[in-house]
């Protein structure tokens, strides 16, 4: 049971905009640590996606997002497109287990 | 571009130490950011194990501290994980990571591969 809360799996059809969201409390993203995305397709390893809340590493297409309000962040993507078929973790730190904490991941299907 | 490639055995026994390395390629790990290793139980989500600053210091997830050793070979350009006491629910694959750091802030940017290390007799 993680620390950050992500919804198990999302689904959307080709084209539309999806939004994964990763609660956390007032230890963590509460606290204004940074929260960082990844994405990892199936039998790879994990690839940054957003790093510092909203900020995207060099080849990464601008229809990935993220945000960070209160307690919580969201990664939202749009044009969505069957190559973004994946599962998708976030990551903080959190104060009360001093330690960099991931979310429990959530798998996107694209319909 | 950095490349990370670990190595080390496939199958450990119960009781028996985990040995992996990290070799580093087209960026000299004395040359800043932090390198930190992570792993991910077979269908399960990712878990941080712990890692060292260019500087030498090491951090540590409390939960594993008490058998995690990480270590650097700057000679190499490696950086190592020890694992002690193993049991089944350390089997996972076991991913190298160049980390930047802050005290607010720790973003992995550059991965291995990932090996998988089976614990079982």
């Known amino acids: 049971q993680s620390v950050l809360t992500q919804p198990p799996s999302v689904s959307g059809a080709p084209g539309q905009r999806v939004t994964i969201s990763c609660t956390g409390s007032?230890?963590?993203?509460?606290?204004?640590?940074?929260v960082h995305w990844y994405q990892q397709l199936p039998g790879t390893a994990p690839r940054l996606l957003i790093y510092?809340?909203?900020n995207r590493p060099s080849g990464v297409p601008d229809r990935f997002s993220g945000s960070r309000s209160g307690p919580s962040a969201s990664l939202a993507i749009s044009g969505l497109q069957a190559e973004d078929e994946a599962d998708y973790y976030c990551?903080?730190?959190?104060?009360?287990?001093?330690?960099?904490?991931f979310g429990g991941g959530t798998k996107l299907t694209v319909l | 571009q950095v490349q990370l490639q670990e190595s080390g055995p496939g199958l450990v026994k119960p009781s028996e130490t985990l040995s992996l390395t990290c070799t580093v390629s087209?960026?000299?790990?004395?040359?800043?950011?932090?390198w930190g290793w992570i792993r991910q139980p077979p269908g399960k989500g990712l878990e941080w194990i712990g890692g060292i600053y260019h500087s030498g210091v090491t951090y540590y997830n409390p939960s594993l501290k008490s058998r995690v050793t990480i270590s650097v070979d700057t000679s190499k350009n490696q950086f190592s994980l020890n694992l002690s006491s193993v049991t089944a629910a350390d089997t996972a694959v076991y991913y190298c990571?160049?980390?930047?750091?802050?005290?607010?802030?720790?973003?992995?940017?550059?991965w291995g591969q990932g090996t998988l290390v089976t614990v079982s007799a």
């Open positions: 990571a160049r980390c930047s750091c802050t005290s607010t802030s720790c973003f992995s940017d550059y």
């Open positions: 990551q903080s730190y959190d104060s009360s287990l001093s330690d960099w904490v």
């Open positions: 087209a960026y000299s790990i004395t040359s800043g950011y932090n």
């Open positions: 007032s230890s963590n993203i509460g606290a204004g640590y940074a």
């Open positions: 510092g809340n909203r």
